[in-house]
């Protein structure tokens, strides 16, 4: 009660607080981030539609990365252990984290998963987030390389219809090239509508199944991945 | 549905700020950039739930809106965006580079003593 009239209303007080939200996810991915640098590891965040070939991306690079180093995935899924089955055929080394009700994968996820598996120093770490155009964008996890894997038969907007994913991108994959010639695509258009929402990605034209685009794909990879390793070399 | 996380992180920072206060919280002052993809209505439907036999309970959750400004790439014109792409006031060509406008903050609680 307001001791000062006493005219029967509590007391109100404002604290100020200007805090971030996600301040604690942001906290575990510096702590990620960190880690992954100490230990040279090169991560990448792959983000993208459920169906966009992120898994079919990922077997494509660990049969063609053998002689550059090991190759390790985080798969995130609601729920099975498939797309984790299948990058181990490939010949990676994997850790499924099963999100359940999670939409997204949290930094905080990936520190755990950091604790169970066993990483070498120089790895590349692929991070498959869980397919779904909104919730990931948020959290960043510690990456140094974020990737939105789409593609044509997802429709020319998506940029436009998800633009916090898209301006999340370092490089934007559009994958399924291969299905180019059967769609009503066209590609200036979807160019267009990745530049406007975020003018600093690059796209990477690719086909996990023909393998067009898998050469440049690797080699976008491949010269981030030697920049990283040149910076954090001791 | 990243609303979630964010309710949960939320109340986990009042919490926090109040320590040991035994006061009642009445009103959270979020802003949230209009860029930030943050749909003000599932945050208030899921932090209401969460929110229950808390401090928290029943507080009204008032998010202030901050515009998202860019920099067309085409003639370099600085402009407030509308939702969550813009279209460049000077040249006309669509989006641009986003400035600010993706934060989302917690200004301030106010809270009554019990
Ligand atoms: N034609 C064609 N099909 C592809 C290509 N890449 C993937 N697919 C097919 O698309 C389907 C989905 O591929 P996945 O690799 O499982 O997609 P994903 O993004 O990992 O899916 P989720 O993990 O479930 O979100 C499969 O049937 C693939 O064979 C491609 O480049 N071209
Ligand atoms: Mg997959
Ligand atoms: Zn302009």
């Known amino acids: 009660m307001c001791d000062t009239c006493g005219c029967g209303t509590p007391s109100r007080r404002t604290i100020e607080v200007n805090e971030r939200l996600l301040a604690s996810n942001a906290t575990a991915a510096t702590h990620n981030r960190d880690h992954f640098a100490a230990r040279q590891i090169f991560t990448i965040n792959l983000m993208g539609a459920p169906g966009a070939g992120k898994t079919a991306l990922l077997e494509a690079t660990i049969r063609n990365w053998r002689d550059v180093s090991r190759v390790s995935v985080i798969e995130g899924d609601q729920a099975t252990e498939r797309d984790s089955a299948r990058v181990r055929a490939a010949g990676a080394t994997a850790y499924q984290v099963e999100t359940g009700l999670g939409c997204h994968l949290d930094a905080a996820q990936i520190h755990r998963a950091l604790h169970r598996m066993e990483l070498a120093r120089g790895d590349l770490l692929f991070i498959e987030n869980v397919g779904n155009l909104v919730c990931p964008a948020l959290f960043d996890l510690g990456e140094r390389l974020r990737i939105v894997v789409t593609s044509p038969t997802e429709g020319v907007d998506k940029p436009l219809k998800y633009p916090p994913m898209f301006r999340a991108a370092d490089i934007v994959a559009l994958n399924k090239c291969d299905l180019l010639a059967h769609l009503t695509f066209p590609l200036d258009e979807w160019t267009d509508y990745v530049m406007a929402t975020n003018p600093r990605a690059l796209i990477v034209k690719t086909s996990a199944v023909s393998g067009f685009g898998i050469d440049r794909w690797l080699a976008e990879i491949l010269q981030r991945r030697r920049a990283f390793l040149e910076r954090h070399s001791e | ?114």
């Open chain 2, 1 to 114: 549905m990243h609303e979630l996380a964010i309710a949960r992180d939320l109340l986990k920072t009042i919490e926090r700020t109040l320590g040991s206060d035994q006061a009642r919280v009445l009103r959270i002052d979020l802003s949230v950039g209009s860029a930030s993809g943050i749909a003000s209505e599932s945050l208030r439907f899921v932090f209401g739930i969460l929110a229950e036999g808390t401090r928290a309970e029943g507080a009204e959750l008032s998010i202030a809106t901050t515009p998202a400004r860019g920099r067309c790439v085409g003639c370099g014109m600085l402009f407030e965006f509308e939702g969550m792409i813009g279209v460049c006031p000077g040249c006309g060509r669509l989006g641009g580079e986003l400035l600010s406008g993706d934060e989302m903050a917690l200004r301030a609680i106010e809270v009554a003593d019990v």
